[in-house]
């Protein structure tokens, strides 16, 4: 199967880079105070979501792939970089480094490289 890269969705890629990269996204959430919740993949409407948020009187919040999430996507192959946001900026490389944790007590053949891009955004991806 090879290397994979495995990054969260903060990663700002196109679906041209996605697939030829083979990249694996761990999508992020957004969450909305009246209990609404979506996820950033290649589904999410932005302008539901942007409706929604000036629609709500409370903030909007975000929240990273779980550690299980991750894990989820490392089981999946032999080895993988993990490329996260910003340590500074998320709990996204937190919750990768327990996800390896998790993957590997599963699979301890595999190799799992968990990588804090120390950028966001279009900056993940360099």
Partial sequence: M??????DSCCDT???????????????????????QYID?????TQRLLADMKAS???TGTACPSPEEYAE????????????LSSKLS???????IGAQLALE????NRVHVLDSESASAGQTR
């Fill in 14 to 36: 196109t679906s041209a880079l996605q697939k030829a990269l083979n990249l694996d996204i761990a999508s992020l959430k957004i969450n909305i105070a009246e209990g609404q």
């Fill in 106 to 109: 599963d699979m301890p053949e």
């Fill in 91 to 97: 709990g996204s490389f937190n919750a990768a480094t």
């Fill in 41 to 45: 993949d290649e589904n999410l409407d």
């Fill in 57 to 59: 009187k409370a903030a």
């Fill in 73 to 84: 996507h490392m089981r999946k192959y032999k080895e993988s970089f993990v490329i996260t």
């Fill in 2 to 7: 090879g290397i994979h890269i495995i990054s």
